[in-house]
């Protein structure tokens, strides 16, 4: 079985700084891919970005880097620059590539940021 | 497309009315998945399918969901004789593959359903 662990309800930032998104996730699968996806007040689910278990480097796409630790079984979201916009509930969720958990993704319950102006 | 399309947006039932969601995944992508999300931070995951086969179902409450992925066809939903607990928001997902390098699930918008 998978789980996912967000161990902050919520967070605020001021505008322009860096903020850090914690995950942690347990898995007894060697190979999984990692997902990070941002929901607004409007309800739809974002993909920010992806690592998967066996990529050497951490994962960047824009604004958004993921602090990968495998030995520490941690994916870290990190925002650099702060924006507004970037007020949102954040998912940290996981896909295992074993065909025994039917690829099935489990999401962590969420962090929600506030992004102060 | 290139986006998960997923209709309507929302949908207002009485309780023991049917309700259908519909999802069209993204083109070329041949998995499928639905979730529930209740409460704005929990997802239940219901169904998933391989092209138009069902794949895993075991989240589906059988006795009143079912689902299916035609060919041509938008991938639907249907709750019959829903109950107040299954209002929630429905999303649909799809990825290319289930394994790497083309694992990543993308999402609809969603489906809010209020079942007074």
């Known amino acids: 079985a998978q789980k996912i662990t967000q161990t902050q309800p919520g967070m605020f930032v001021q505008e322009k700084e860096a903020v850090t998104l914690d995950c942690t996730y347990d898995t007894s699968d060697p190979s999984y891919g990692l997902f990070w996806y941002k929901q607004p007040s409007s309800g739809e689910m974002i993909f920010l970005i992806y690592?998967?278990?066996?990529?050497?480097q951490n994962a960047t796409e824009g604004r958004y880097s993921l602090n990968f630790q495998k030995a520490r079984k941690s994916a870290n979201l990190v925002i650099s620059a702060s924006q507004l916009g970037d007020s949102a509930m954040y998912f940290c969720?996981?896909?295992?590539?074993?065909?025994?958990?039917?690829?099935?993704?489990?999401f962590g319950k969420g962090t929600l940021l506030t992004v102060n102006p | 497309g290139e986006e998960v399309a997923q209709t309507p947006k929302h949908l207002v039932r009485g309780e023991g009315q049917k309700a259908k969601l519909y999802c069209a995944p993204i083109?070329?992508?041949?998995?499928v998945f639905w979730y529930q999300q209740v409460l704005k931070n929990e997802f239940k995951f219901l169904i998933s399918?391989?092209?138009?086969?069902?794949?895993?179902e075991t989240g589906m409450p059988k006795e009143r969901f079912s689902a299916k992925c035609l060919p041509n066809s938008p991938c639907s939903l249907e709750i019959q004789a829903t109950k107040l607990e299954d209002s929630a928001v429905y999303f649909c997902a799809s990825s290319v593959e289930a394994r790497a390098p083309n694992e990543k699930l993308f999402f609809g918008s969603g489906t809010q359903l209020s079942v007074l």
């Open positions: 399918f391989q092209n138009e086969n069902v794949f895993d």
């Open positions: 690592q998967g278990s066996y990529d050497q």
């Open positions: 083109k070329g992508h041949s998995y």
């Open positions: 969720a996981m896909r295992p590539r074993s065909g025994g958990s039917n690829y099935k993704l489990t």
